[in-house]
């Protein structure tokens, strides 16, 4: 019961923080989850981020795996909603007084202060994945190639993952 409450406190945390895109948080669930609790390896880990990216509400769908992986059913139960409780009640909580503060001074710089935080946590999840699984040639002509579709074309993310597990699988494989 004890390693539930942990779970539960430790993705309630996580959830606090889990505002702004999930991609933020890869360098915080891979010291937790990889390093800190090993409740996955780094296999698993890059292997859930990736296959994450087919859900809804991407890496928050890694708290529910990692929880199952802590913790069976019940684990995987309590990390998903231990990760979305703070954000449910926080966007409960300024629903109704979103158009008072959004012209408050103070709320614009709070805002304008975090943008340069959250590119710089991005341009971290982002290398550290990269040195984490580009280890050919082949791993940075697949960056390359869905960077440059994402960027100039109109072309969903969803075709580009699709379209780079299916180039993974025939490589392999011939």
Avoid: C
């Amino acid at each position: 019961m004890a390693a539930i409450f942990n779970l539960a406190w430790i993705f309630l945390k996580i959830g606090f923080i889990f505002f702004g895109g999930g991609y933020v948080l890869i360098p915080l669930l891979h010291r937790i989850m990889v390093e800190q609790y090993q409740w996955l390896t780094l296999r698993e880990f890059l292997d859930g981020v990736a296959l994450s990216q087919l859900t809804p509400g991407p890496l928050a769908m890694l708290a529910t795996f990692t929880g199952f992986r802590a913790g069976g059913f019940m684990g995987g139960l309590i990390a998903t909603i231990f990760i979305f409780l703070p954000g449910t009640v926080l966007m409960l909580f300024f629903a109704n007084r979103y158009e008072k503060l959004r012209d408050m001074e103070l709320m614009k710089a709070a805002l304008d202060g975090i943008l340069p935080a959250v590119i710089g946590l991005v341009a971290s999840a982002a290398y550290n994945l990269g040195t984490t699984s580009l280890g050919s040639p082949r791993d940075f002509v697949m960056l390359v190639a869905g960077f440059l579709i994402l960027q100039f074309t109109k072309a969903s993310p969803m075709l580009v993952i699709l379209g780079a597990g299916a180039t993974g699988y025939f490589l392999h494989f011939s």
